[in-house]
């Protein structure tokens, strides 16, 4: 039998159980769940107005790796969006030329993130791209000086004639670049991957059951949903308590959206500590403690988030399944920039 988790089938899962209930179907074993949905894609999204080309994502590359973008000529997007640690930083907030009042989130699979920033503050990744360069807490480079720069380099006039034939080096460019690359970074095959396609010797039976909690007695599905674990959607669980009010800033009327923010994707998620757009929880027991707390009880908390007053022995089951997220390991080399 096949399941899923929209409430829509719901009434079709329990007229499903009661047929099986009628032949005599034990229900101690676990339904088998609809692995598809959790499939990793076959092709990344680009955008038509601004389509794959390998010329473009080898500039962005080179873009993403080079401080020359910023004023110090010190920070790029790669110091805080590290390779080598699942493409965030491992600090509670990102520090450029100032501390930053967010945690810099992992840029996996941001193809199909629709608004970036953790308020989706954000159209689209091209309108991201430019924003850390000139922001004067980031990397503190004015527009004009980022172009007079890269356009002083031969190996970038050469580099951005290739991808977008004649013509001045502009901020647009720059921007369509960046965001080309940016979709290249996608989350690598994990132990849970090959469980899904059918290898059951993949992943510990203490994940499996980790898994099934996750579908269902914790629920956490309904927000990490899909085979990035995240509904690209924001929620308050009762974690902020700052000043920091999230996706309300945008919609100031609505109670819903205060403390709201994205739905992280969990691919990684055990290799990139310290978690939430504030950092301010440090281990994935301390995450696991907030849920089966049931953090802050207000008004804007989303309904799917109550005490789950899980036992230890839940906690550390829906951790080993946290794990098998864990990607193979795999090293990504910076790319050669151009002489100056
Ligand atoms: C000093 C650290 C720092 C640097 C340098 C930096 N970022 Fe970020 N980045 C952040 C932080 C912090 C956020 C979260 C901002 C927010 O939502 O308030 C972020 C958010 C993003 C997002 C949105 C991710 C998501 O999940 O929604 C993208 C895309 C991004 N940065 C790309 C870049 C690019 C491209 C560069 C280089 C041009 C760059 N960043 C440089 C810290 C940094
Ligand atoms: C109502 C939607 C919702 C539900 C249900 C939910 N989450 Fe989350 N989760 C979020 C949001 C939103 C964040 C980010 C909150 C923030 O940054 O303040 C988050 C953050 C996390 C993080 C930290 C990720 C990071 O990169 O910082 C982990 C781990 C996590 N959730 C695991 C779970 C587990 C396990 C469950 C079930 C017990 C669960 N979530 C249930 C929406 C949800």
Known sequence: MRTRFSPRVLGGLLAGAAALALAGFSWSAQPSLDRA??????TIPHPDDNPYSEAKAALGRMLFFDPVLSGSQKIAC????????????????????????????TLLNIAWVPTPGWAGQFEDLENVAFTPISSPIIMNLPEHLAVERLSAIPGYVWAFTTAFGSGPITKRKIELALATYERSIVS?????DRWIKGDERAISSEAKRGFSLF???????????GWAFTDASFHDIGTAKDNDIGRSKLFPSSVGLRYAFKTPTLRDVAKRP??????????????????????????????????LNLSTQEKSDLIAFLR?????????????????
């Open 215 to 225: 579908v269902g007695k914790a629920n956490c599905v309904s927000c990490h949903s």
């Open 78 to 105: 790669a110091s805080c969006h590290d390779p080598s640690l699942s493409w965030q930083d491992g600090r509670p907030r990102g520090i450029g030329e100032k501390i930053m009042p967010r945690r810099s989130p």
């Open 37 to 42: 949905q959790f499939q990793r894609p076959k």
């Open 188 to 192: 690598k095959e994990a132990p849970f």
């Open 324 to 340: 098998t997220l864990n990607s193979d390991p795999q090293r990504v080399a910076a790319p050669q920039l151009p002489p100056r």
């Open 274 to 307: 310290p978690y939430m757009h504030d950092g301010s929880l440090v281990t994935l027991e301390e995450v696991l403690e907030l849920y089966s707390r049931g953090g802050i009880a207000r008004p804007s908390r989303d309904p799917h988030i109550r005490p």
